[in-house]
Nanobody, 122 residues
Framework: QLQLTESGGGLVQAGGSLRLSCVGSGRTFNDYAVGWFRQASGKEREFLVVTTSSGRGVSYADAVKGRFTISRDNAKNTVILQMNILKPEDTAVYYC???????????????WGQGTQVTVSS
């Protein structure tokens, strides 16, 4: 069993930055790929980025490529999402999730955090 906790959301002006953290608790955190998703009000949950269990491989959605960066520190059971040049359309609840598989799809992700709200004002 793995528990994930997101933090770092908040209110930011367009063009600003936020840093989100995902902390895992469990003995096998390093075995999982970890992805970030977001869900805006009235919309489906959207894939953003995933990193392999080692942190060496990554895959970004086009919507965030070049603006968001994922990183991983397995010694701290932590995955970071650095978000730059934020836009109002980035407003959503952001979730981290863990999967045995490296995937851009929602289905393989077994464990999910509770989410953290990101609001970008114009």
């Amino acid at each position: 069993q793995l528990q994930l906790t997101e933090s770092g959301g908040g209110l930011v002006q367009a063009g600003g930055s936020l840093r989100l953290s995902c902390v895992g608790s469990g003995r096998t955190f390093n075995d999982y790929a970890v992805g970030w998703f977001r869900q805006a009000s009235g919309k489906e949950r959207e894939f953003l980025v995933v990193t392999t269990s080692s942190g060496r491989g990554v895959s970004y959605a086009d919507a965030v490529k070049g603006r968001f960066t994922i990183s991983r520190d397995n010694a701290k059971n932590t995955v970071i999402l650095q978000m730059n040049i934020l836009k109002p359309e980035d407003t959503a609840v952001y979730y981290c999730a863990a999967s045995r598989l490296f995937s851009r799809s929602r289905e393989p992700y077994e464990y999910w955090g509770q989410g953290t709200q990101v609001t970008v004002s114009s």
